[in-house]
């Protein structure tokens, strides 16, 4: 039985002819294998002719909330039932631990082909190097390398860097301790305002919760109006908190008003609210969903942090102890599912997911 979540993905290969990303560096021209064309369910840029280009960002943009404010709680609350989605300033992570995370994600990236490509994530394997994990259910690929970490990236940086690996190592740690703790903050708010007793949650703060952080890497796209940087997805997690390198790509969709762009603010972590809590807050808050695209002169960079249960925590609609003491009680909206039952949902189903645990 899988107790980790690397242990889970293992139960879930991705096919082999998959997994390889192409040298984007040596790519002049848009190979055909990452041209999308509309009937891909596509469009990108600003300059795309095709009707869901991004709303008018002075009318809309998700909320930016400083944790420091007094009112923070409820602002947090407000957005997640609204958009799934907020900016979340003043969290107290040190402005040089995320420029060294930045940093040593550069370099990373700037890593020969080759050299990444010792790192590569097998076809049962979660951590490493390699391509987007919902890419086998789009007919195209994306323009879109990765690097995920699951606990220590110490083997694979060691493979990438056998004498200087240690810097890249302790920042990565860091960074998932700080991630963390505000996972803890948040999570925590999110459950009081659902009327979630902690003693329903016991698993927050121990250390089986299941945790991941990706590197993403967006390289200069020849041509970015027909190139998908990420698909359009729901995480899986409880939540994910994002860091943004300065160049915008991230959208999220919005019911009602379409792709709405997540604007970088030095400094601000995205987060947004994930499948997981989507299922436990029975519905209130939705998992939003989102996408990332290209532009044709600048590397974007991204750091993303999931945060959920354990992988044997069994989630259900966790509902409100009729707070009107009008003795009505809320329907599950979805049935009980395991965290790793769900990512096996997840991997076998991508979006669809969800709707089959539907009551
Ligand atoms: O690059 C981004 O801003 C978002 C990344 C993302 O959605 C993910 O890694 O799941
Ligand atoms: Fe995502």
């Known amino acids: 039985m899988p107790t980790t979540l690397s242990e889970v993905y293992e139960d879930h290969p991705i096919h082999l002819q998959h997994i390889v990303p192409i040298d984007f560096s040596s790519a002049q021209t848009l190979p055909d294998s990452h041209a999308w064309s509309q009937s891909d369910g596509f469009s990108s840029g600003s300059s795309s002719v095709f009707p869901d280009t991004p709303a008018d960002d002075r009318l809309f943009s998700i909320p930016l909330i400083d944790l420091m404010n007094p009112n923070a709680s409820d602002l947090i609350c407000q957005a997640c039932e609204s958009w799934g989605a907020f900016q979340l300033i003043g969290h107290g992570i040190p402005s040089k631990l995320i420029e060294e995370v930045d940093s040593e994600s550069r370099r990373l990236f700037a890593l020969p082909s080759e050299q990444k490509l010792k790192t590569l994530r097998s076809p049962g394997g979660a951590a490493g190097y390699g391509i987007a994990r919902i890419s086998p259910f789009f007919p195209k690929y994306m323009w879109h390398e990765g690097f995920t970490i699951l606990g220590s990236s110490k083997d694979h940086a060691k493979e990438l860097w056998p004498h200087d690996y240690e810097r890249f190592c302790e920042t990565m740690d860091e960074y998932q301790k700080q ?164 990512v096996g949902m997840k991997a076998k189903y991508l979006e669809k997911a969800l709707s089959l645990l539907k009551n």
């Open 179 to 342: 991630m963390k703790m505000i996972s803890h903050k948040l999570i925590r708010m999110m459950l009081k305002h659902l009327n979630i007793s902690e003693e329903e949650v016991k698993w927050i703060g121990s250390t089986t919760e299941s945790t991941a952080l990706q590197l993403n890497s967006y390289p200069a796209c020849p041509d970015p109006d027909r190139a998908m940087g990420l698909a359009p997805h729901t995480d899986t997690s409880l939540m994910t908190l994002v860091h943004q390198s300065q160049i915008s790509g991230l959208q999220i969709h919005k019911e009602g008003v379409g792709w709405v762009r997540v604007h970088p603010i030095y400094g601000a972590l995205a987060i947004n609210v994930g499948d997981l809590l989507h299922i436990l807050s029975n519905g209130r808050f939705p998992s939003a969903f989102h996408r990332v695209t290209v532009n044709q002169t600048m590397q974007r960079f991204s750091v993303a942090y999931f945060y959920g249960p354990p992988v044997d925590f069994t989630v259900s609609p966790l509902l409100s102890k009729d707070v009107s003491g009008s003795g009505e009680v809320e329907a599950p909206l979805y049935r009980s599912v395991t965290v790793k039952e769900y």
